[in-house]
């Protein structure tokens, strides 16, 4: 159960549409609720503003199924992630309406009207071979209520593609930057932009990037001021930070506006 849904079932028992007996039922499995293989936590919407997110990987198409389920009831936005599609199919089969992202890998449930808060995330992507691990920040992002402006293959080899991007990218209230090989990209970036970058350091790259190492050494390494890391492939860390930031900002801008 997520802030809003939350203050809805309040509102409708101090108005009288919904008996205390029947909030204190629907509030019964808070803060969490044991499924024997998994605690789900369902508080975690009110205190860090976004639903417990599945992470696919060791557990069954069936375990993923109910676990997305039960965060399904309550009524918030769902997110799994690095989800083949045979979990999706088991997901889909509780959950006629979840959405499988291919490339991505991950599964979402979006519920209710989708409201953009304002934020805006650019994403930068070094080549073709990054896609996977940017697509896994994208979907989390927007999944968040975040904008999400894309460019890809834009990588240092060819910096004049990064350049065309440059307005889009000064727009931004953080920028992602995903790249392998030697993960250039990040600091180049980073000496562009008055605004957070992340770096995402992919496992994409020949015998000597060792998995995505040397890309994170660079990044970690970088001498452009604002640059984050997050660990290897994590576009999923990526794009929740990104978007928190963004939500933020754009909540700020609306305050000042007011």
Known sequence: MDERALRSLLESVRNGATEVDEAIARLRRLP????????????????????????????????????????????GNVLATRAGPETFQAVRAACPEAEYHASARAITLRQGQVQLVGGRVALVAAGT??????????????????RVVKHYDVGVAGIHRLLDALEDLHQADVVIVVAGMEGALASVVGGLVSVPVIGVPTSVGYGASFGGLSALLT???SCAAG?????????????YAAALIAGRSARRRAEGQA
């Open 32 to 75: 969490f609720e044991r499924l024997g293989f998994a605690t789900v936590d369902h508080h975690r919407a009110i205190r860090c503003g976004f639903p417990e997110v599945i992470f696919s990987p060791g557990k069954s198409p069936e375990q993923v199924a109910m676990i997305f389920a039960k965060l399904a009831e309550q009524g």
């Open 129 to 146: 071979s990054d896609l996977p691990v940017a697509e896994e920040a994208r979907v989390t992002a927007e999944i968040m209520a975040q």
């Open 219 to 221: 990044m970690l390494n």
């Open 227 to 239: 640059v984050v890391v997050v660990n290897i492939d994590n576009g999923f860390a990526a794009g």
